[in-house]
């Protein structure tokens, strides 16, 4: 499908107010795509604004990285997707892959999450 | 001539008579959801998400904006000191011109014989409306409040809510416009149809505003499954919020 430039310019200014509180639109590159990273559930955040995964990466140097994957739909539009607070727990293997945070080198935006090898939908809305 | 329509298509008048649902113009109780795009007090109609229409400013009113730095809109960056990041409450003006988006965008109006209560389920505020025919205090004789105070009256079938007394810490929107404890505002409500409510809302701020500032027209629709769930009861919890502030940078001020 291919967007005219004005169909671009509505859809940036329809998709960055709703980043813009606690993500994405100032602290992502949305453009970007880092991952999949895979590690191990440490904890599993399910809160208002936006639910986060914190989860630990062995490196290429067999260090362990403390990573965290926050997502942008709110714990209702996930429970709205099927979603617990227990969905994820800490021990489950997280892959994870999303627009890299711009700062913090450690924190993913959650775009697509496999917990144990399933993929699990999140549904739309968030902001 | 509606004879001739019922005689030729009785089903389509049939049907367009079910469509059109009664309603009571002063009944406004219910659960409202906001519909896009309403992301800022004064939007630029027709003009999408992120176009303000251009605040008249007091000189003083410039460097108070100035002083605030949103992550949203226009003028929004990584240094932010919104007081949504503190956790503070929002303040009436900005719950009515919230930028939550579905499905947290609703506020329930509920009518009582004498006041009028208005629930905002995005950080589980509320305010009150009297409807006796009570004057506002004088706002140098009372403490200001986050949503102020508030008394309404019919003026045909518009809800006219004039407040006093907001505490100036509250932005008008999270596009950072700021307000002083002088201002005034007023909520003129009017439910259009069975499921469409219409809100304007003025402020009248001499140290900010050089002349009344209204904003665009908002529209609620009706929301009758919500008030069937449970209510979210969205609270901003400071042992959740600033971690989670921490963890992705956000660069706001979050503590005190």
């Known amino acids: 499908m ?15 107010p709703a980043f813009a509180h606690h993500g994405g639109g100032v602290e992502y590159f949305m453009d970007q795509t880092r991952g999949p990273v895979t590690g191990t559930v440490t904890g599993f955040a399910f809160t208002f604004p ?7 990466v062995k490196n290429a140097s067999g260090a362990i990285e403390k ?14 997707a099927g979603w617990t607070r227990d969905s994820v727990k800490p021990g489950d293997t997280l892959t994870v892959s999303g627009p890299p945070h711009k700062s913090a080198s450690n924190v993913i935006f959650a775009r697509r999450v496999e917990i144990n090898g399933k993929l699990l939908e999140q549904g739309g809305g968030g902001n | 001539m509606r004879l001739l329509a019922v005689l030729v298509f009785p089903g389509l008048f049939a049907a367009g008579v079910s469509l059109q649902q009664k309603f009571d113009p002063r009944d406004l109780s219910g659960h409202w959801d906001r519909m896009s795009p309403i992301v800022s007090f004064s939007n630029v109609p027709g003009s999408g998400r992120g176009a303000t229409v251009e605040a008249p400013f007091t000189p003083e009113g410039k460097k108070m904006n100035d002083a605030n730095k949103p992550g949203y809109g226009p003028r929004r960056g990584t240094t932010r000191n919104d007081p949504l990041g ?3 409450p929002l303040g009436l003006v900005r719950h009515l011109s919230t930028e939550i988006v579905e499905p947290h ?7 009582l014989p004498n006041r009028i209560l208005q629930f905002f389920e995005y950080r589980h505020d509320w305010r009150e409306i009297w409807m ?4 506002l205090p004088d706002p140098a004789k009372v403490d200001p409040k986050w949503n102020g105070f508030s008394v309404g009256r019919w003026e045909g079938d518009a809800l006219v809510v004039d407040s006093v007394a907001l505490d100036g810490r509250s932005w008008v929107d999270k596009f950072g ?3 002083s404890e002088e201002m005034r505002l007023q909520e003129r409500y009017r439910r259009v149809d069975a499921d469409t409510l219409e809100l304007v809302i003025t402020i009248t701020d001499p140290v900010v505003y050089s002349k009344p500032w ?4 908002k529209l609620m629709k009706l929301n009758r499954d919500k008030a069937k769930r449970w209510d979210e009861q969205i609270y901003c919890v400071p042992s959740e919020e600033f971690p989670f502030q921490r963890l992705i940078q956000s660069g706001n001020v979050i503590e005190p």
């Open chain 1, 50 to 56: 936006h639910p986060y995964i914190e989860f630990e």
């Open chain 1, 67 to 80: 990573w965290a994957a926050v997502f942008q739909p709110t714990p209702t539009n996930l429970r709205a």
């Open chain 2, 132 to 135: 006796d025919g009570r004057a």
């Open chain 2, 105 to 111: 965008n609703t506020f329930e109006i509920v009518q």
């Open chain 2, 177 to 179: 416009y700021p307000h």
């Open chain 2, 214 to 217: 209204s904003s665009d027209v």
């Open chain 2, 86 to 88: 503190r956790c503070e």
């Open chain 1, 2 to 16: 291919r967007l005219s430039g004005k169909a671009l310019i509505f859809c940036f200014f329809l998709a960055a």
